[in-house]
């Protein structure tokens, strides 16, 4: 059975950090590409960062600078370190495993349930 599971969130101030922990079981390797998205009411959902297979990192221009995505092979495990945050940067933060199998034109998407971030003085 696959399981994405995220923790970490909660209720910061302003200026302050986050570590969001994305922890993947079952059938996701270290082959699938992992990104952190968001969604915040009203709005829609929306890539923070990514990394591949191979270490390679992509960030939304709202998060260049002041959020950092990197994974542990071993521990089945991704991480996103959150610093500098916004009241802006409240969502709900959702981690993603991906991976697209070329050869037959087939992608594997699983979604963890989210977890709460919140930034307010």
């Known amino acids: 059975q696959v399981q994405v599971v995220e923790s970490g969130g909660g209720l910061v101030q302003p200026g302050g950090s986050l570590r969001l922990s994305c922890e993947t079981s079952?059938?996701?390797?270290?082959?699938?590409?992992m990104g952190w998205y968001r969604q915040a009411p009203g709005k829609q959902r929306e890539l923070v960062a990514s990394i591949t297979s191979g270490g390679r990192t992509n960030y939304a221009d709202s998060a260049k600078g002041r959020f950092t995505i990197s994974r542990d092979n071993a521990k089945n495990t991704v991480f996103m370190q959150m610093n500098s945050l916004k009241p802006e940067d409240t969502a709900v933060y959702y981690c993603?495993?991906?991976?697209?199998?070329?050869?037959?034109?087939?992608?594997?998407?699983?979604w963890g349930q989210g977890t709460q971030v919140t930034v307010s003085s």
């Open positions: 993603n495993a991906h991976r697209t199998y070329y050869s037959s034109s087939t992608v594997r998407d699983y």
């Open positions: 079952g059938s996701i390797s270290r082959l699938y590409s």
